[in-house]
């Protein structure tokens, strides 16, 4: 079946570092894929997307780049900020039209 | 436009008691989805809905938890009875379709502690 692998943090970071949070999927056909974000306290929420092989989804300066011939969809950001502390979800949605997460990354920017 | 709203908040429990948790989608939303996140994993998809109809149910476990959605709009899930392992926040979502590249909109999820 579907499956989402990212990077395990937590991963602590200074303000104006460059970030990379790894992804790779397994998948039968053509998903689409996907970065959410969860703030503190907050419901997940839509960060970028890609859904065709090449595509480069971007949002609030994050970057993701969907690559076929890696299965991957690695997250970048090339100055975060104190605001962008959060978890971040990388998750795909299949044939079957279900949304699947990987384990999520903890993000921690700190001043 | 207002998000997807549901509630309780947070909910604590002891085991063999039931619960339950509502959620009303955005509105015009024909998908409502549930899902179960377990402290330190990634959400988990329990049901999906289509209008009134159920999309996918397959890592619903049957034996205790229900899910009805009546009218095609606000959607119950209910635990009985619960069990320790249940403890988890339980998140609710919709979507204006059921496209693969479809965008879902989270709410902010029910904490359930199960003692």
């Known amino acids: 079946g579907d499956s989402v692998t990212q990077m395990e943090g937590p991963v602590t970071l200074s303000e104006e570092a460059f970030l990379t949070i790894n992804c790779t999927y397994t998948a039968t056909g053509y998903p689409s894929l996907f970065w959410y974000v969860q703030y503190p306290g907050e419901g997940l929420q839509l960060l970028l997307k890609a859904t065709k092989a090449d595509d480069k989804g971007s949002n609030k300066g994050f970057e993701a780049t969907y690559r076929k011939e890696t299965t991957s969809f690695h997250l970048e950001k090339g100055s975060v900020q104190v605001s962008d502390s959060a978890v971040y979800f990388c998750?795909?949605?299949?044939?079957?039209?279900?949304?699947?997460f990987g384990k999520g990354t903890l993000l921690t920017v700190n001043p | 436009e207002a998000g997807v709203a549901q509630s309780p908040r947070y909910k604590i429990i002891e085991k063999r008691q039931s619960v339950a948790f509502w959620c009303n989608p955005i509105?015009?939303?024909?998908?409502l989805y549930w899902y179960q996140q377990i402290l330190g994993q990634g959400p988990k998809l329990l049901i999906q809905?289509?209008?009134?109809?159920?999309?996918?149910d397959s890592q619903l476990p049957k034996d205790r938890f229900s899910a009805e959605r009546l009218k095609g709009v606000d959607s119950t899930l209910k635990i009985q009875p619960a069990k320790l392992e249940d403890s988890a926040v339980y998140l609710c979502a919709s979507s204006g379709g059921a496209a693969t590249n479809e965008k879902l909109f989270f709410g902010s999820g029910t904490q359930l502690s199960v003692l």
């Open positions: 509105s015009g939303h024909a998908t």
């Open positions: 809905f289509q209008n009134n109809g159920v999309v996918d």
């Open positions: 998750a795909l949605s299949g044939s079957n039209y279900k949304l699947t």
